[in-house]
């Protein structure tokens, strides 16, 4: 059974920046991905990025490239979003989730993930 834990949510002043983490643990594959969607109020599930084990590439959603960068530190089996220049349009819950056999035409689908974390919140405010 895959758990995911997240972490590093929180509030921040408009152009502030966040890092969330990922961690995982269990699941047998070593081809995987995982990534970050989120959730504003009102609003659909959306793709923000993804890294893929075990190669390291990393996938992104178009309108948050150059503010938001995925990494991993492969001995802890940990993903990381470092969330730079946010608005107040990134606030939203953010959830970290994993899929096996990661292949780039379904990276970005969620309905293709089958491991969730619980979600952080990131607020972004005045």
């Known amino acids: 059974q895959v758990q995911l834990v997240e972490s590093g949510g929180g509030w921040v002043h408009p152009g502030g920046s966040l890092r969330l983490s990922c961690a995982a643990s269990?699941?047998?594959?070593?081809?995987?991905?995982i990534a970050w969607f989120r959730q504003a109020p009102g609003k659909d599930r959306e793709f923000v990025a993804a890294?893929?084990?075990?190669?390291?590439?990393?996938f992104y959603t178009d309108s948050l490239k150059g503010r938001f960068t995925m990494s991993r530190e492969r001995a802890k089996a940990t993903a990381y979003l470092q969330m730079n220049n946010l608005k107040s349009e990134d606030t939203a819950v953010y959830y970290c989730?994993?899929?096996?056999?990661?292949?780039?035409?379904?990276?970005?689908?969620?309905?293709?993930?089958?491991?969730w974390g619980q979600g952080t919140q990131v607020t972004v405010s005045s």
């Open positions: 989730a994993r899929k096996v056999n990661p292949i780039a035409s379904t990276i970005r689908n969620k309905e293709r993930y089958d491991y």
């Open positions: 269990g699941g047998a594959s070593n081809s995987y991905a």
């Open positions: 890294i893929r084990w075990p190669n390291g590439a990393t």
